[in-house]
């Protein structure tokens, strides 16, 4: 795999200055990309339920068809539920993005090699699933361009962004996921959330 | 009463349910397609059970409520992903027809049927039965009242008696 792309400063720059964005955070490694970036109530960061956080961004888009919902991803998590990207491409909610950043590797467990390394095309998948469009980027030329349709083309867009294996130190969110949940409903939808 | 899948609609629409989860499935025939017909909801067709799971959890993230509708077999298929709705306790309203009861005549369906109720309890799930048609749509109100206003998972276990499909042919005409 020929990229030289830190998957750090890549999450960083999608999320900087990220306006009303929703972040979903599959759990791992992306989880900790999207703490490192900057904690915020609207990160909704997993730590279980492996393949199904782009399910998660489904049915936060289209509950919320004004604001932008990013799924932000690891390969072996995007694996697990690819049956999920024909479901989003059935659906086909504008708001949608799809991020997967691909190592190559489960990163949690020791670093074992993905089907991606074997050469799996999750950017084919999603595209022959009925994605509004879909990439793969491997250059830092490549990522201003990713930046602009992240927060405006039209969805669902995915990206498969292939990134550097390398071990990087733990960046952790909250763990407790009524927390968690809590605090996403209140910055989203006010004080009110749960008087209804 | 034979309608009680319209039944079951009307109830859904009075809860405020607006994202709908199905995977295809004879018992729900006839409310998946009152669902797909309502414009104010949003009927999402899954490849496999477990991604409703999400899909409902995202849209209560989103201030919306959601059901499942899936049949026995699927129960097994979300096991770990009702690991994270008890964590962050989603509110979960899941109507799950049944298979493997009374009558059954796929032998393959009689484990998963059989554990049903054993798998949803050990998940945190509380389970309502309505074995008789008369019964689904007061339960599945109940369900309701308790999965969302008490930020509960239950499952109201639609009984193989009350679908009664008694064969392959039968099943296919339907």
Known sequence: MKTALNRRKVVEFLLGDRKGLLVVAGLGSTAWDVTAAGDSPLNFPMWGAMGNAAMFGLGLALAQPKRRVLVLTGDG????????LATIGVQKPRNLVVVVIDNERYGETGMQRTHTAAGVDLSGVAKACGFRAARQVRNRSQLSSLRTAVHAAPGPFFAQVKVIAEKIPLVLPPRDGGLLKARFRKALLGEGADLD | ??????????????AGVRQ?????DAGHKRLIELCIADREMRAVVLSTEEEGIGLTAGAWLGGVRGALLMQSSGVGNCINHLGTVRECRFPLLMLITMRGQKGEFNPWQVPMGQATPAVLEAMG???HEANSAEEIAPTVDAAARLAFGSYQAVAVL????VIGIKSFQDQASR
Do not use: F, N, R
């Open chain 2, 125 to 127: 799930v509380v389970v």
């Open chain 2, 158 to 161: 639609i009984s193989q008696a």
């Open chain 2, 20 to 24: 709908v989860g199905y995977v295809p």
């Open chain 2, 1 to 14: 009463m034979k309608d009680w899948p319209e039944a079951i609609y009307k109830t859904l629409k009075g």
């Open chain 1, 77 to 84: 998590e995007m694996l697990m539920g690819m049956g999920s």
